[in-house]
């Protein structure tokens, strides 16, 4: 297929610390990014005190959705 892969453009992933549980059940946590901004993050299928991989999704109500990529630490 051509010109598939013309628009796409890679979404960030950062590593998350989970703190929390949010009011959908998934984990709650802040991730910086190399500028130094940090974020609030939900990460589904993650737990308190998990360190993740996740990729950014969307933003909404100051809190960034994403995507589970990787545990690094359980």
């Known amino acids: 297929i051509r010109g598939v892969m013309k628009n ?7 590593q998350v ?3 929390e549980f949010s009011k959908k059940g998934n984990g709650l946590g802040i991730a910086q990014n190399p500028q130094g901004a940090v974020f609030k ?6 737990m308190p005190g998990d360190v993740v991989l996740a990729e950014l999704r969307t933003k909404r109500g100051g809190i960034y959705s994403s995507k589970l990529k990787e545990i690094i630490k359980p």
Do not use: M, Q
């Not at 796409?8 to 950062?14: D, E, G, Q, R």
């Open 8 to 14: 796409y453009k890679a979404k960030p992933s950062l």
């Open 17 to 19: 610390t989970i703190s």
């Open 41 to 46: 993050v939900e990460v589904p299928f993650t």
